[in-house]
């Protein structure tokens, strides 16, 4: 039987990927008492890499916002496989950083970031309203315009 942010998920039409595996050697996620620390997730979309650019060089906020919306559903992916498949474990989203990959001259990182915590409200409700940071950055790996690890709180 599908849980209540499975049934929120098919609501609004949202399927997540598949949990990616790590690049490097790192766990894609540690879980320490009732913590899960989800490693940097890039905006990979079962198993092809999206997203690739520059913000305020080749790549526009729409596109910004849309990688940072990826990453995110790559961070709960990666949840869902650290709760045995019951996001309904989650109790809340603690905390969220946000790298984007910038020129020296754009300022819009928390407007990018706004396209990952939008949607953590839209889909945990309260539960998905966290503290975050948005900051440049020159390079992040393969060239993606966003990178954003987590730490969630479950039960």
Not at 46 to 68: S, V
Request: aromatic share 6%; with cysteine.
């Amino acid at each position: 039987m599908a849980g209540k942010i499975d049934a929120r998920l098919k609501e609004l039409g949202i399927e997540l990927p598949q949990a990616a595996s790590p690049a490097a050697n790192y766990v894609p996620y540690a879980v320490s008492g009732n913590l899960v620390f989800v490693a940097g997730q890039v905006p990979f979309w079962n198993g092809e890499l999206k997203y690739i650019g520059r913000l305020g060089h080749d790549t526009d906020i729409e596109t910004g916002q849309a990688a940072a919306r990826t990453c995110a559903l790559n961070i709960i992916a990666q949840v869902r496989a650290a709760c045995g498949g019951d996001l309904d474990r989650v109790k809340r989203i603690v905390k969220i950083g946000v790298f984007i990959n910038s020129t020296p001259d754009f300022n819009k990182q928390p407007v990018v970031a706004n396209g990952a915590s939008d949607l953590l409200v839209e889909i945990f409700g309260d539960a998905g309203r966290h503290a975050r940071f948005a900051v440049g950055s020159n390079v992040l790996p393969m060239g993606v315009a966003v990178e954003i690890d987590a730490v969630v709180e479950i039960e």
